[in-house]
């Protein structure tokens, strides 16, 4: 089997969707006997930015008010960190917590390199001032990490995942999820399918024997091969994903799910925020 998860790092949010991640981290971590580190961000430029006028005249006023937001954000950090400890307390877990400040997604990148799995929301409330939207931390992170993301939906209640499907476009970011999720996948007993969309019957066939052939070597004889014949996103996901609990994707796939940044596949995923997905360039 590929290497199992030793160190997970789960960045802290306020919302309930940082919640399922902690929860879903503990449930990794006690699988794979891995350290955690749970990471809140103080975002300080982001304050600034956002309070600070244009006219410098009131800049007196503006001090104080980010002072007062800058506090604001250390009392819910402090909070989030609390939260944290407790629970990985109760599950017995080896742990700790860590404070940066700086922009969110540049700090998770930079502290996630030495770790073999980063564990966050679908969605990001990193502004632990407000109570704003979600920003777009994930893309980012996802955008340029070289460690595999598992992101989970708010609904995530940190159950053992049941089925997986492997999304398998012969492409390095596709075939480097495959490695990496196997090594997640080790101390789980799941259901897993390996699925290939596209009208080209032989390519396709070629691709789930090539992913038959490495399954095997690594010891895993009880899969599932699908070949979707269509390249929609809309109709795979409707058709093949909705038994799944849990998703491995590439996050940049240039062969047939034709991707854009994230890629429109994995992008789709995302924004429908009903799967756990396991992510890897």
């Known amino acids: 089997m590929s290497q199992s998860i030793k160190r997970i790092l789960t960045p802290l949010d306020i919302s309930e969707f940082a919640e399922a991640a902690a929860n879903r981290s503990c449930e990794v971590a006690a699988r794979h006997q891995a350290e955690l580190t749970g990471l809140a961000v103080l975002d300080s430029p982001g304050i600034r930015s956002s309070i600070a006028p244009a006219d410098v005249s009131h800049w007196p006023l503006v001090q ?63 502004h632990f001032e407000t109570q704003q939207a979600p920003g777009d931390s994930l893309s980012a992170v996802l955008g340029r990490t070289v460690t595999p993301v598992l992101a989970v939906p708010q609904t995530d209640d940190g159950e053992p995942f049941q089925k997986a499907i492997i999304t398998w476009d012969g492409s390095f970011s596709s075939g480097r999820a495959f490695r990496d999720f196997l090594g997640f996948a080790e101390p789980y007993e799941l259901e897993i399918s390996v699925l290939t969309a596209g009208e080209d019957t032989g390519q396709c066939e070629l691709l789930l024997a090539e992913a038959g052939h490495y ?21 795979v996901h409707d058709a093949y994903l909705k038994d799944a609990d849990l998703v491995v994707a590439g996050i940049h796939s240039r062969k047939f799910f034709r991707d854009l940044f994230v890629g429109s596949f994995t992008n789709h995923l995302i924004e429908t925020g009903d799967k756990a997905l396991f992510l890897s360039h």
């Open 64 to 126: 104080e008010t980010v002072l007062r937001a800058t506090s604001d954000a250390r009392e819910r950090i402090g909070e989030a960190r609390q939260r944290f400890q407790k629970r990985c307390e109760n599950a017995g877990l080896d742990h700790r917590e860590s404070e940066l400040e700086g922009v969110p997604a540049d700090k998770i990148l930079e502290a996630s390199v030495l770790y073999d799995l980063v564990v966050m929301g679908l969605r990001t409330f990193f």
């Open 215 to 235: 399954l095997r070597a690594h010891g895993v004889t009880d899969f599932q091969s699908i070949h979707a014949d269509t390249a929609s996103v809309d109709e």
